[in-house]
């Protein structure tokens, strides 16, 4: 069973920066984490959930929704089982609930529809003031 949890969510001005972290436990590196999608998704009020990023751990294959193309950079650290999400340029339109999600897949092709998920950490609230 993977556990996630998120943080590093706050406050900033349009233009700043903001980094958040995920910690996967109830698993460790190996055949098998290395065989995960790792996403990142937000969720404003009133608003569905969309993808914002994945990475494929078995090979750090990435892809971003058209919103972040340019100012977010999904990352992860192996050793320490740690996905992140370099959030710059901010805008007000960032403001969401932002959540990591894991998919065990043994495909790189990873795609970002929340329903594909099956493990979901509680979310990190960021704002984005202008």
């Known amino acids: 069973q993977v556990q996630l949890q998120e943080s590093g969510g706050g406050s900033a001005q349009a233009g700043g920066s903001l980094r958040l972290s995920c910690a996967a436990s109830g698993v460790t590196y190996g055949t098998y984490y290395s065989r995960f999608c790792m996403a990142w998704f937000r969720q404003a009020p009133g608003k569905e959930r969309e993808g914002v990023a994945v990475i494929y751990t078995g090979g750090g294959m990435t892809d971003y929704a058209d919103s972040a193309k340019g100012r977010f950079i999904i990352s992860q650290d192996n050793a320490k089982i740690t996905l992140y999400l370099q959030m710059n340029s901010l805008k007000p339109e960032d403001t969401a609930m932002y959540y990591c999600?894991?998919?065990?897949?043994?495909?790189?092709?990873?795609?970002?529809?929340?329903?594909?998920?099956?493990?979901w950490g509680q979310g990190t609230q960021v704002t984005v003031s202008s």
């Open positions: 999600a894991a998919l065990f897949s043994t495909s790189s092709r990873c795609d970002m529809q929340p329903r594909s998920y099956n493990y």
